[in-house]
């Protein structure tokens, strides 16, 4: 199982809910997990393949093809406009 929380109000108006736990058959992507969740993420797939997604496994910054495994946290982070929507980033 691994849990997978969304924030950024664009991406959380595409979702039913802002935390999701999802099963898992072992070690996996994070695209495949993605993929063979469409009744969860198939509405974020647009925000995917433009690159306006943050991924992070376990606090760290992460992309489609990272490695996830039972236990993990997936945080998912809408950075297209990032000073209204999502987190702000800035370089000190």
């Known amino acids: ?3 997978v929380m969304i924030f950024g109000q664009t991406l959380r108006d595409c979702v039913d809910e802002s935390d999701i736990e999802c099963p898992l058959d ?3 992507t994070v ?3 993605v993929e063979r969740h469409p009744d969860h993420f ?3 797939m647009p925000f995917f393949e433009s690159s306006q997604v943050l991924i992070t496994v376990n606090q ?3 992309t489609l093809e990272t490695g996830i495994k ?3 946290i997936i945080k998912l ?4 406009n990032p000073e ?5 980033w800035h370089n000190p």
């Open 1 to 3: 199982m691994v849990k």
């Open 26 to 28: 072992g070690a996996t």
């Open 31 to 33: 695209r495949q997990l």
């Open 42 to 44: 198939a509405k974020l």
């Open 60 to 62: 760290k910054v992460s």
């Open 70 to 72: 039972s236990g993990d």
């Open 77 to 80: 982070t809408h950075q297209f």
């Open 84 to 88: 209204f929507d999502g987190t702000l």
